[in-house]
C-alpha cells in the first residue's frame, strides 16, 4: 500500500484545513487509518485513527473536538477535518495505514505499516 497525504499549507490561527489519505495499490477501504504529526525538533505524535469501517475513531486529547477522521470508502480516502487551528499544531502530517491494529494500540505508530510522505501544515498566529 502506497499512501500519499495532501491538503496541507498555510492558515491561520481559527481557520481550517482538510487533510486528504489516498493510496495507490489496494484500497484504503480495508485498512485502518491513523494521522500523525511532527512538529520540529519533536517526536511523532498521534493525532486521529479510524478503524477499517469507520466504525470507531480515536483523537488525541489535543485535538479532540477540533478535528474529525472520516473516510470515504467508495473513494478510497481517509479525511482529517482541522478546524479552529491553532500555532501549536504546525507539524508535518502523515497518515498511516495497517491492515488491523489492536483496539487499544491506534496511538502507537509502530503498528502502522504503511506511511505516507507526509504533508506540511503551518498555522500562523
Known amino acids: 500500500v502506497q499512501l500519499q497525504a495532501s491538503g496541507g499549507g498555510l492558515a491561520q490561527a481559527g481557520g481550517s484545513l482538510r487533510l486528504s489519505c489516498t493510496s495507490s495499490?489496494?484500497?484504503?477501504?480495508?485498512?485502518?487509518v491513523g494521522w500523525f504529526r511532527q512538529a520540529p525538533g519533536k517526536e511523532r505524535e498521534f493525532v486521529a485513527a479510524?478503524?477499517?469501517?469507520?466504525?470507531?475513531?480515536f483523537y488525541a486529547d489535543s485535538v479532540k473536538g477540533r478535528f474529525t477522521i472520516s473516510r470515504d470508502n467508495a473513494k478510497a480516502t481517509v479525511y482529517l477535518q482541522m478546524n479552529s487551528l491553532k500555532p501549536e499544531d504546525t507539524a508535518v502530517y502523515y497518515c498511516?495505514?495497517?491492515?488491523?491494529?489492536?483496539?487499544?494500540?491506534?496511538?502507537?505508530?509502530?503498528?502502522?505499516?504503511?506511511w505516507g510522505q507526509g504533508t506540511l501544515v503551518t498555522v500562523s498566529s
Open positions: 498511516a495505514a495497517d491492515s488491523r491494529v489492536i483496539l487499544t494500540q491506534y496511538t502507537n505508530a509502530a503498528v502502522y505499516d504503511f
Open positions: 495499490g489496494r484500497t484504503l477501504s480495508r485498512y485502518d
Open positions: 479510524s478503524r477499517w469501517n469507520g466504525g470507531n475513531t
